[in-house]
C-alpha cells in the first residue's frame, strides 16, 4: 500500500508539475503576442494623447505631384487600400497637389478613426481663416495635428509669433487637437525644440543623410552630420513632445530595397519617433514598408 500511495502522489505532483509548465509556456507565449509591435500599432503621440498608426501614409513626394500623377480614382483607392490594412495616419499640406483631393479620398471612413495632420505655409494674413479651410476641405470640424509648414530660419519663432498666436486660437476652438511645426534646417530645428510652443514635431531623419536638416538655412541639402538632428531629437522626448520621421525613403531617391530597408530598421531602432511618414505611391509600396516596419519590430 504504501508503494501505490507514493506512485499516486508522484503522479500528482508532475501532473501539477506538467500543468504548471503549461502555464506559464502558455503565458510567457501571451505575454509574447502582447509586446508584439506592428506598423499598424496605435501609439500614442508624445504628450497630445493623440493616437496614430505607427506608419503614416504621406501624400506629398515631390509636393505632392507623385501622388497627383496617379489621378483622382486611383489616388482614392491607394488611401482606401492605405486605410483597409490599418494604417490610419495621413498626412497632408495645403501646399501639396493632392491638398483638395483628400477629403474626397476619406470620406465616408470613420473620423474617430482617423488621425490627419496638415500644414499651413507662410505667413496667411488671417491665420483662423486659413485653419479654417483645412477643415473645409478635409470635411472634419477639427484637424488633428497642423502644422507650421518648412521653417528653416534660426529664431523663427518671433517671426512666426502671430501664425503661432492664430494656432493657439484655434485650438481653444477646438479646430486642432495638437500643433506643431515642421523643420528643414538644423538652426530651425534647434529653435522647435527649444520652444515650449511646439507639442508636434515632424523631423527629416534617415542614416543616410538624404534631404537632413544642415547647418544651412536651406531646405533641401542632402550629406549632413546626422548626429546634431539625433541630439534634437533626444530634447525633444525629454520634453514629452510628439514626434514623427519623415524622408524614410530619402524623398523617393531609395530606389535601392537595400536603401529602404536601412533607413526603416534605423528608425524603429530609435526611441524617440512615435510614427513615421512615408509617401507612396503604390499599394506595393504600402505593403513592402508594413512588412519592413514590422519585421524590424520584431527583430529589435
Request: net charge positive.
Amino acid at each position: 500500500m504504501k508503494t501505490t500511495h507514493l506512485s499516486r502522489r508522484q503522479f500528482l505532483e508532475r501532473t501539477a508539475v506538467a500543468v504548471g509548465g503549461l502555464w506559464l509556456a502558455s503565458g510567457s507565449s501571451l505575454a509574447r503576442q502582447a509586446a508584439k509591435r506592428t506598423a499598424v500599432d496605435q501609439v500614442t503621440l508624445g504628450q497630445t494623447g493623440l493616437k496614430l498608426s505607427r506608419l503614416g501614409c504621406g501624400t506629398g513626394t515631390n509636393s505632392g505631384n507623385v501622388q497627383y500623377g496617379l489621378g483622382r480614382e486611383a489616388f482614392n483607392k491607394l488611401i482606401r487600400y492605405a486605410y483597409d490594412q490599418g494604417i490610419t495616419y495621413f498626412d497632408c499640406a495645403q501646399s501639396y497637389r493632392t491638398f483638395e483631393w483628400l477629403g474626397g479620398a476619406i470620406k465616408g471612413l470613420p473620423r474617430e478613426k482617423l488621425f490627419l495632420q496638415s500644414k499651413v505655409p507662410g505667413q496667411p494674413g488671417n491665420v483662423l481663416e486659413a485653419i479654417d479651410h483645412h477643415r473645409k476641405v478635409f470635411d472634419t470640424d477639427y484637424i488633428d495635428s497642423l502644422l507650421i509648414h518648412c521653417m528653416v530660419k534660426d529664431a523663427w519663432t518671433d517671426e512666426y509669433k502671430r501664425i503661432m498666436d492664430g494656432f493657439e486660437e484655434a485650438k481653444e476652438k477646438k479646430w486642432i487637437r495638437a500643433k506643431g511645426v515642421s523643420c528643414h534646417s538644423l538652426p530651425a530645428l534647434r529653435t522647435a525644440a527649444a520652444s515650449p510652443w511646439a507639442e508636434v514635431h515632424l523631423v527629416r531623419v534617415n542614416p543616410q543623410t538624404s534631404h537632413i536638416d544642415g547647418l544651412e538655412e536651406t531646405w533641401d541639402r542632402s550629406g549632413h552630420d546626422l548626429s546634431p538632428v539625433l541630439a534634437e531629437l533626444k530634447t525633444m522626448r525629454a520634453k514629452g513632445r510628439g514626434i514623427i520621421g519623415m524622408k524614410i525613403v530619402g524623398n523617393g531617391d531609395f530606389t535601392d530595397p537595400a536603401d529602404r530597408e536601412k533607413s526603416i530598421r534605423f528608425a524603429m531602432s530609435r526611441p524617440e519617433l512615435d510614427a513615421i511618414v512615408i509617401g507612396f505611391k503604390s499599394a506595393a509600396e504600402i505593403d513592402e514598408a508594413i512588412q519592413r516596419v514590422n519585421r524590424a519590430l520584431a527583430e529589435a
